[in-house]
């Protein structure tokens, strides 16, 4: 089992930059592909963007290229999501995310770190 814990959303204006964390604990292995979802009112959750622990390869949607960045701290177990040029279509609750590997679906979830963003 995987435990993991987002922090670090808030509110911001649009235009600016914001950081959020997700500390993983429990089993983690260096197979696992650490995603970052979003959701917003009314809307389907979408991946934004994803993470290999092994090797630290990224993907991004394409809502997302050029503004965030993902990135991993093997030590601290813990994955970010940088975002930069924030608009107010980026408002939603933000969630970690890990596939352990065994199928395409993600297994293990964070409760979530709403994100909103103020025109």
């Known amino acids: 089992q995987a435990q993991l814990v987002e922090s670090g959303g808030g509110l911001v204006q649009a235009g600016g930059s914001l950081r959020i964390s997700c500390s993983a604990s429990g089993r983690i292995f260096s197979t696992y592909v650490m995603g970052w979802f979003r959701q917003a009112p009314g809307k389907e959750r979408e991946l934004v963007a994803a993470?290999?622990?092994?090797?630290?390869?990224?993907a991004y949607a394409n809502s997302a290229k050029g503004r965030f960045t993902i990135s991993r701290d093997n030590a601290k177990n813990t994955v970010y999501l940088q975002m930069n040029s924030l608009k107010p279509e980026d408002t939603a609750v933000y969630y970690c995310?890990?596939?352990?590997?065994?199928?395409?679906?993600?297994?293990?979830w964070g409760q979530g770190t709403q994100v909103t963003v103020s025109s």
């Open positions: 995310a890990a596939n352990d590997g065994s199928s395409a679906k993600y297994k293990y």
């Open positions: 993470i290999s622990w092994s090797d630290g390869n990224t």
